[in-house]
């Protein structure tokens, strides 16, 4: 799936904003109680964290590979 492409979205919603954002949420798990929602806030900074240092690892080996063999 291309980067563009991966959108996640985690929120608290009551049913009149699930009834107002309508056709616009694709999916939809109703919850009654939510004693990690912080745990599952930080599970994924963490991970989006770690997505982007990888992804820019790479970029910054990819430079680096074309520069030591790019003409000076």
């Known amino acids: 799936m291309?980067?563009?492409d991966r959108i996640v979205a985690i929120g608290l919603l009551t049913q009149r904003d699930v009834f107002a954002l309508g056709h616009d949420l694709s999916r939809v798990y109703p919850i009654d109680e939510v004693p990690c929602f912080g745990?599952?806030?930080g599970?994924?900074?963490?991970a989006d964290?770690?997505?982007h240092r990888a992804r820019d690892a790479r970029q910054l080996a990819s430079q680096v590979q074309h520069g030591a063999t790019s003409p000076t």
């Open 2 to 4: 291309p980067d563009q």
């Open 43 to 46: 599970a994924i900074d963490d």
């Open 49 to 51: 964290r770690a997505f």
């Open 39 to 41: 745990s599952l806030l």
